[in-house]
């Protein structure tokens, strides 16, 4: 049973950056896709960002382009998501979710995650 937790959230003013963490236990993260996901109050679940099992392709939200890079050090079983440039629309819980068999193209498709952190709440806020 793979397990993800999240940390590096928190409040960061408008113009900020935070550095979330995903850390896997249980099972090598060598075998799993990880993708970002977030949810803001009264908003669906959203993608946000994807990296491959050994890190070579990366996608993104294009509301996150140019500010968030997503990157993964499978040594420390470990995937990270450096946010920059916050806003008040990034405001959401963010969950990292592990996937065995999923390509770039489908990177958003939730159902093709099987496993979920718990989330960790980042506020956006002067």
């Known amino acids: 049973q793979l397990q993800l937790v999240e940390s590096g959230g928190g409040l960061v003013q408008p113009g900020g950056s935070l550095r979330l963490s995903c850390v896997a236990s249980?099972?090598?993260?060598?075998?799993?896709?990880i993708g970002w996901f977030r949810q803001a109050p009264g908003k669906e679940r959203e993608g946000v960002s994807y990296?491959?099992?050994?890190?070579?392709?990366?996608a993104y939200a294009e509301s996150v382009k140019g500010r968030f890079t997503i990157s993964r050090d499978n040594a420390k079983s470990t995937v990270y998501l450096q946010m920059n440039s916050l806003n008040s629309e990034d405001t959401a819980v963010y969950h990292c979710?592990?996937?065995?068999?999923?390509?770039?193209?489908?990177?958003?498709?939730?159902?093709?995650?099987?496993?979920w952190g718990q989330g960790i709440q980042v506020t956006v806020s002067s």
């Open positions: 249980g099972i090598s993260l060598d075998y799993y896709a």
């Open positions: 990296i491959s099992k050994t890190g070579t392709t990366t």
């Open positions: 979710a592990a996937a065995p068999w999923i390509t770039s193209l489908q990177w958003s498709s939730e159902n093709l995650y099987d496993y």
